[in-house]
């Protein structure tokens, strides 16, 4: 009798490991989800805040990003160090092409980049998540006079990536 009642408690261990097993693992099915959604929102909302957004004077344009603004904010440290909760920040320029030859933005290649990376805190790029950005800059070559230059606009994407806490 009692070698009966030992097989069923482990019987039911057994059935209870698999259980809490099973559980555990939707829950970090569904913490990852929640990091992914909240990449998604950041990614569509990275355009409006004052430090990314395009103002020309008083009359502020939240749906676009100022492309000089993203430079100079990318030589800041404290952005890179969890501003945003963020572990990848990106900015890409789609049209007008880019100069193929001109990947990453530097300071002398800032007219032809194609990707301007802001945060970049992992080599880890799974679950980064993509939305579609106005982008603005200075362009001297146009305009005319001594005052020569005026804002170019062009079309682009924001690439995010949420801070994972586990690592």
């Known amino acids: 009798m009692a070698f009966m009642l030992v097989a069923v408690i482990l019987f039911f261990s057994m ?4 259980y809490f097993m099973i559980v555990f693992s939707k829950l970090s099915d569904s913490a990852e989800d929640l ?4 990449a998604k929102e950041l990614a569509r909302q990275m355009a409006g ?11 502020a344009q939240s749906s676009a990003i100022d492309f ?3 430079f100079f904010l990318k030589q800041h440290i404290a ?8 572990d990848y ?3 890409e320029r789609v049209y007008p092409a880019p100069n193929p030859a001109h990947q990453e933005c530097t300071p002398s290649t800032l007219a032809t980049c194609r990707y301007l990376t802001i945060i970049s805190n992992t080599n880890n790029l799974a679950g980064t998540q993509t939305a579609p950005v106005a982008i603005v800059w200075w ?3 146009l305009g005319i006079g001594i005052t020569g230059g005026d804002y170019r606009f062009g079309l ?3 690439h995010t990536l949420a801070h994972d806490p586990t690592k």
Do not use: H
């Not at 805040?49 to 009359?59: N, Q, V």
């Open 79 to 86: 952005y890179n160090r969890g501003f945003w909760n963020l």
């Open 15 to 18: 059935v209870a490991i698999v």
């Open 156 to 158: 682009g994407r924001i």
């Open 68 to 70: 000089d603004k993203a």
């Open 49 to 59: 805040t004052p430090e990314l957004m395009f103002s020309e004077g008083t009359f």
């Open 139 to 141: 362009d001297n070559t």
């Open 35 to 38: 990091r992914q959604e909240e």
């Open 89 to 91: 920040l990106a900015i």
